[in-house]
């Protein structure tokens, strides 16, 4: 049978799990997360998003079609000219100025997880580079279906985090994640078991590398 998304997700079941259902993921539903924390985390997602916007500029860089081409133009665009918008605004929200945002060091597990995206892409194909994100493109969307499938996941004025679970929650977001799985699908169909072995790997990495994201916001380390 032709191999799909999900296949990458069996093969590192534990993994994702602990991803998708990290305490800080938990603690932000239930609304328990340290707000130090949650600042923590959204300065360096800002540094992350800007990398994630160099991935794409590399997709576009490594796209064969022009459909590809005009995929990663589009993605790149919704990040520089739509997404840090936004997430400098959510910021200003949370305490945190532009002029701080634009002169924070990057945490150890920022780069971590960042320059492995961006050297996986260097080192392979388009359909390297969209494994090492979707870890981040699909997860975030499956972590927000997650946290409104939980009981104790509070939804109103009384979550300080109700509005980063909206953002993912939303059917925009949602649309994008299935149109990233539907891509990974079609060309994960036509490879190899050997060739889906070196995705696995690259997907179980970037998977790990997440939890670490989530561990620095938790641990609030640089």
Request: aromatic letters at 12%; glycine letters at 4%; charged letters at 25%.
């Amino acid at each position: 049978m032709p191999y799909q998304f999900e296949d990458l997700k069996k093969s590192c079941q534990s993994q994702w799990r602990a991803y998708i259902e990290h305490s800080f993921v938990q603690q932000l539903g239930d609304a328990s997360l340290a707000t130090d924390a949650f600042r923590h985390y959204l300065k360096q997602d800002y540094l992350f998003l800007i990398q994630f916007a160099r991935a794409y500029a590399l997709a576009a860089y490594k796209s064969p079609t022009l459909a590809d081409l005009r995929q990663a133009k589009e993605g790149l665009h919704a990040i520089i000219d739509v997404e840090l918008d936004l997430h400098i605004s959510y910021c200003k929200e949370w305490g945190i100025s532009e002029e701080e945002l634009a002169t924070l060091p990057e945490a150890r597990a920022t780069l971590a997880y960042t320059r492995y995206v961006l050297d996986t892409g260097n080192r392979g194909d388009l359909l390297d580079l969209h494994v090492a994100l979707s870890p981040c493109m699909v997860g975030y969307g499956e972590i927000a279906n997650w946290l409104n499938s939980r009981a104790e996941t509070i939804r109103s004025d009384k979550n300080p985090y109700d509005a980063w679970i909206a953002m993912y929650e939303s059917e925009e977001f949602q649309q994008a994640m299935q149109a990233e799985i539907r891509w990974l699908d079609e060309r994960l169909a036509d490879v190899s078991p050997a060739r889906f072995e070196q995705l696995a790997r690259i997907f179980s990495d970037a998977t790990r590398l997440e939890i670490d994201f989530w561990e620095m916001g938790l641990r609030q380390s640089d």
